[in-house]
């Protein structure tokens, strides 16, 4: 499976952004599918998760009611949408594949269960 993220860019604080994230592979509803962050002198860390149904999502404390992460199993994409952004959500946003063998598989907040990774995508966010 191969992942490319797009949609990054530059926005103020308090405004919205949507990055997207295209998986070329056979079987996409065999993953569940994740967004991780790194900003810079930092820790890659989990942003928000989501099971391959997309009937289950998972977030950080630090984004919940402000990100939305789903996806769309017929065009092979999981989306995550950013509203009320903050200088602090400025990194580099990547997103990741967990194989799933198990319908019941929780969504992982770990980066070494995703097999798969993107490219990343820069998000700045300006004061």
């Known amino acids: 499976v191969q992942l490319q993220a797009s949609g990054g860019g530059l926005v103020q604080a308090g405004g919205s952004l949507r990055v997207s994230c295209v998986a070329s592979?056979?079987?996409?509803?065999?993953?569940?599918m994740g967004w991780f962050r790194q900003a810079p002198g930092k820790e890659r860390e989990f942003v928000a998760g989501?099971?391959?149904?997309?009937?289950?999502?998972s977030y950080a404390d630090s984004v919940k009611g402000r990100f939305t992460i789903s996806r769309d199993n017929t065009k092979k994409t999981v989306y995550l949408q950013m509203n009320s952004l903050k200088s602090d959500d400025t990194a580099v946003y990547y997103c990741?594949?967990?194989?799933?063998?198990?319908?019941?598989?929780?969504?992982?907040?770990?980066?070494?269960?995703?097999?798969?990774w993107g490219q990343g995508t820069l998000v700045t966010v300006s004061s």
């Open positions: 592979v056979g079987a996409f509803s065999t993953y569940n």
């Open positions: 989501v099971n391959w149904s997309g009937g289950w999502t």
């Open positions: 990741a594949a967990q194989f799933v063998s198990d319908w019941g598989a929780v969504v992982s907040r770990t980066w070494s269960d995703y097999g798969t």
